[in-house]
């Protein structure tokens, strides 16, 4: 099956500062989402970004599905940002689409 | 409504006891996924339906049992469950098979 590889297993920063998340995938895929897990369990959708380029207030992430690999940027990071970040891809395997979910980078960001 | 639900948050029960969780969403959704999910390891999938018919199940032992009574609820159905099966639970959905899925809050479930 597909291989999903996150990087940086983890992470630690300082409120206000910036960080780049990125997820590659060994072959190619139809779905890619990208999830933030708070610390009560919760997936929070952040992005749902099979190809090109996303904004959403201070995150943003782009899908360069011809290379494998999508990044998550962060900006201006803050203490709720703390949680794992999960990319989670779906590709055609025997005519079903099993998703597949990276390890996760965990993030924490101190005030 | 872009929500979710799982009821209940937290479940405590004995290896003989028998209990359910249940999923809800009012978004339209034909596909409902049940994931299991171990402390400091991705979710894993269990099972999916898809326009209320089992489509996967991914070699979940028959001690957990899938129900999918309409298109808006999903149930997990649990007997004779082992410490080792103690894990969150969780629900999602999306549109039709393998699109953006929206996850549920989840089921924290302790067996004893």
């Known amino acids: 099956g597909i291989q999903v590889e996150q990087s940086p297993p983890d992470l630690i920063l300082q409120e206000g500062a910036n960080s780049t998340l990125r997820c590659n995938f060994s072959?190619?895929?139809?779905?890619l989402q990208w999830f933030h897990q708070n610390p009560w369990g919760q997936l929070i959708n952040l992005f749902y970004?099979?190809?090109g380029t996303k904004q959403n207030g201070r995150l943003s992430a782009t899908t360069v599905a011809t290379e494998r690999y999508s990044l998550l940027y962060i900006s201006s990071s803050q203490t709720t940002d703390s949680g794992v970040y999960f990319c989670?891809?779906?590709?055609?395997?025997?005519?079903?689409?099993?998703?597949?979910f990276g390890r996760g980078t965990s993030l924490i960001v101190h005030p | 409504d872009t929500e979710v639900t799982q009821t209940p948050k937290h479940l405590v029960m004995g290896m003989t006891n028998k209990k359910s969780l249940k999923c809800e969403q009012h978004m339209g959704h034909r596909a409902m996924y049940w994931y299991k999910q171990k402390a400091k390891k991705p979710p894993e999938l269990m099972f999916v339906y898809s326009y209320e018919k089992l489509s996967i199940n991914e070699s979940v032992p028959s001690r957990f049992s899938p129900e999918c009574p309409n298109s808006s609820l999903l149930n997990l159905h649990l007997h004779a469950l082992q410490p080792e099966d103690s894990a969150l639970y969780l629900c999602?959905?999306?549109?039709?098979?393998?699109?953006?899925?929206?996850f549920g809050p989840g089921t924290r479930l302790t067996v004893l």
């Open positions: 970004i099979p190809s």
């Open positions: 072959d190619s895929v139809n779905n």
């Open positions: 989670a891809v779906s590709a055609a395997s025997g005519g079903s689409y099993i998703p597949t």
């Open positions: 999602a959905s999306s549109a039709r098979d393998w699109n953006e899925q929206f």
